[in-house]
Structures are given as structure tokens and as C-alpha cells.
T-cell receptor, first 113, second 113 residues
């Protein structure tokens, strides 16, 4: 168990649906991240939250909306997605500025029909 | 920005043989180089890392070497076992911490029985 949990593990949605991905960490970290993992591509950083404030947004389309209500929870709200958004979405946490590396969750496998 | 190239994309070795995965990076200011292992259905997990003040680090059957002059680093796995089969990612960052990691595209390591 890595200490970072994600739900759901699998999600299938239509392009007009609205859904949310949830991430929770029990490591006492103060930074949380969303990554997108597509086949044969490097991990793409989507969002970074440090102390519950968004500090980085790597030009992600507005159909992805993050929310970080506290340092232990992170959400990714999804609406009007496209088939090319199908991927594995990984949450990670770390102690920002410290030597500890990121801890990743198991991911949510998203399929957009 | 930083660019990390990883080779090969797929590596098949006989059980018991050694495996070597290589990465190059572009930003000479990078000074933290972790390696992650991702098994099927799981998120990436850190297996070893190295900082720029050392040239080599070992942990049982796993070792990482760093050549700062040439800007490349490698993962070495000796006496490979079936459980070593996974996708391996290298990454690089500036600042010595986990922030701002740039990942390679990954290497699918297959251990043949």
C-alpha cells in the first residue's frame, strides 16, 4: 500500500457526462499532483497543489477542473471530455521542497466513448 | 525546459541475465534522477534515485550510474527475475527535490523464463 488511494479505479463515460476522480493521501504530505499517462508518452503533469493552493497548471483544457479542499484530498472534475482524453490518470503526493520523492496512487483508467 | 530521452522502449532479457536502461537529459542544471517501476494495474513506484553529488548508487540487484559530463544516467538490474517484468521510467529535476520532475517515455522490460 503506497499511502495514496484513488477512486474509482476504472471509469467509462460518454462525452456529455460529468464525473469526478478522487485522490486521498495519508502520508502527511503538503503537495498533491494530477498526471495523465497515455500509451507511449511520458507522464504529463496536469496540476500541482501546494498547501491547497494551485501553483502550476500546464495548459490543461478547461474540461478538466481540479479541486483541493484540504492537504489530504484532491479531485479532478471531468465534463464534456473527448475520446483522446482516455488515459490513466495518476495522483501523486510529496513534501514540497523536501527530499522525499513523489508517491503515486494506482491510477484511474478512464475511457471516453 | 528539460527533455529526457529513454532507451530502449522495449527490452527482453533471459531470466538471470542483466538489464540496462539508459536515459539522457538536456538541462545541465538537473541534479536529481529517480527511477520508477510500474507494474500492470499499479502506479509508478520509486525503486532508486541518485543525486548529482555521487556517480553510482546500489541497492541489492539494482544500481544507477550518473555521468554529469555526458548528461546521461543508467539503471542496471542484475540477476533478473520474473518479478522484474514491468515498465521502468527515468526522470530528472532541478533543485535536488521531487518538484518539477520530467519523465522519460518508459521502457517495457520483459524477463523471459
Amino acid at each position: 500500500e503506497t499511502g495514496v488511494t484513488q477512486t474509482p479505479r476504472h471509469l467509462v463515460m460518454g462525452m456529455t457526462n460529468k464525473k469526478s476522480l478522487k485522490c486521498e493521501q495519508h502520508l502527511g504530505h503538503n503537495a498533491m499532483y494530477w498526471y495523465k499517462q497515455s500509451a507511449k508518452k511520458p507522464l504529463e503533469l496536469m496540476f500541482v497543489y501546494s498547501l491547497e493552493e494551485r501553483v502550476e497548471n500546464n495548459s490543461v483544457p478547461s474540461r478538466f477542473s481540479p479541486e483541493c479542499p484540504n492537504s489530504s484530498h484532491l479531485f479532478l472534475h471531468l465534463h464534456t471530455l473527448q475520446p483522446e482524453d482516455s488515459a490513466l490518470y495518476l495522483c501523486a503526493s510529496s513534501q514540497r521542497g523536501g527530499p522525499d520523492p513523489k508517491k503515486f496512487g494506482p491510477g484511474t483508467r478512464l475511457t471516453v466513448l | 525546459g528539460e527533455n529526457v530521452e529513454q532507451h530502449p522502449s522495449t527490452l527482453s532479457v533471459q531470466e538471470g541475465d542483466s538489464a540496462v536502461i539508459k536515459c539522457t537529459y538536456s538541462d545541465s542544471a538537473s541534479n536529481y534522477f529517480p527511477w520508477y517501476k510500474q507494474e500492470l494495474g499499479k502506479g509508478p513506484q520509486l525503486i532508486i534515485d541518485i543525486r548529482s553529488n555521487v556517480g553510482e548508487k546500489k541497492d541489492q540487484r539494482i544500481a544507477v550510474t550518473l555521468n554529469k559530463t555526458a548528461k546521461h544516467f543508467s539503471l542496471h538490474i542484475t540477476e533478473t527475475q520474473p518479478e522484474d517484468s514491468a515498465v521502468y521510467f527515468c526522470a530528472a529535476s532541478i533543485g535536488g527535490g521531487a518538484d518539477g520532475l520530467t519523465f522519460g517515455k518508459g521502457t517495457h522490460l520483459i524477463i523471459q523464463p
